[in-house]
């Protein structure tokens, strides 16, 4: 069974450090590209960071860049997002997820963990 | 960045309905177009991608269309069980960005 298990949320103060860790099983996860989505209370999924197979390639959106580092230890089957410089808008339930191949036949984002809750608050 | 925006933001709508949900990118994406489903307190699942092909183990009912800018998502004949909020998301470029979400629910 394929499980993607989100570790390392929590409380923390504005200008704190996370480090969120997600645990892989059931597939290989060196032959996928990795995602981090969020979602803040009541809102909608916005796309975070991702990450190439073998961790050449990392792309962010424009309001976690230069805060965020997305990393992985195929070895370990783990993937990682480092959080700096927290601030309250970045309150949300993180999930790591598993990414198809963008090809003009595949795609997506297709296995999703169950999320690690992040809460930003003085 | 690529912009999502999908209409309508809300839907009423009574079993054996069909109904249709449209997603715009604003720019061409050809068809680099996910569709998820995310019932009230669950995690997001993938019904569609390549903007038509069915995901495995999902409904029949279901089925996407569309390239460039222009996409819909319909539900041929919608059952109780689809009560959730359903997002479009591009991926043709980072970020791989989401609509803002269309809340579907039964009158």
């Known amino acids: 069974e394929i499980q993607l298990v989100e570790s390392g949320g929590g409380l923390v103060q504005p200008g704190g450090s996370l480090r969120l860790s997600c645990a892989a099983s059931?597939?290989?996860?060196?032959?996928?590209?990795m995602t981090w989505v969020r979602q803040a209370p009541g809102k909608g999924l916005e796309w975070v960071a991702n990450?190439?197979?073998?961790?050449?390639?990392?792309n962010y959106v424009d309001s976690v860049r230069g805060r965020f580092t997305i990393s992985r230890d195929n070895a370990e089957n783990s993937l990682y997002l480092q959080m700096n410089g927290l601030r309250v808008e970045d309150t949300a339930v993180y999930y790591c997820?598993?990414?198809?191949?963008?090809?003009?036949?595949?795609?997506?984002?297709?296995?999703w963990g169950q999320g690690t809750l992040v809460s930003v608050s003085p | 960045d690529i912009q999502m925006t999908q209409s309508p933001s809300s839907l009423y709508a009574s079993v054996g309905d069909r109904v249709t949900i449209t997603c715009r990118a604003s720019?061409?994406?050809?068809?680099?177009l996910a569709w998820y489903q995310q019932k009230p307190g669950k995690v997001p699942k993938l019904l569609i991608y390549?903007?038509?092909i069915l995901q495995s183990g999902v409904p029949s009912r279901f089925s996407g269309s569309g390239s460039g800018t222009d996409f819909t998502l319909t539900i041929g004949s919608l059952q109780p069980e689809d009560v959730a909020t359903y997002y479009c998301?591009?991926?043709?470029?980072?970020?791989?960005?989401f609509g803002q979400g269309t809340k579907l629910e039964i009158k």
């Open positions: 997820v598993r990414t198809l191949l963008r090809t003009s036949s595949s795609g997506g984002l297709d296995k």
């Open positions: 059931g597939f290989n996860l060196i032959s996928y590209w």
């Open positions: 990450i190439r197979e073998d961790g050449s390639e990392t």
């Open positions: 720019q061409g994406i050809r068809n680099y």
């Open positions: 390549a903007a038509s």
């Open positions: 998301q591009h991926y043709s470029g980072a970020p791989d960005t």
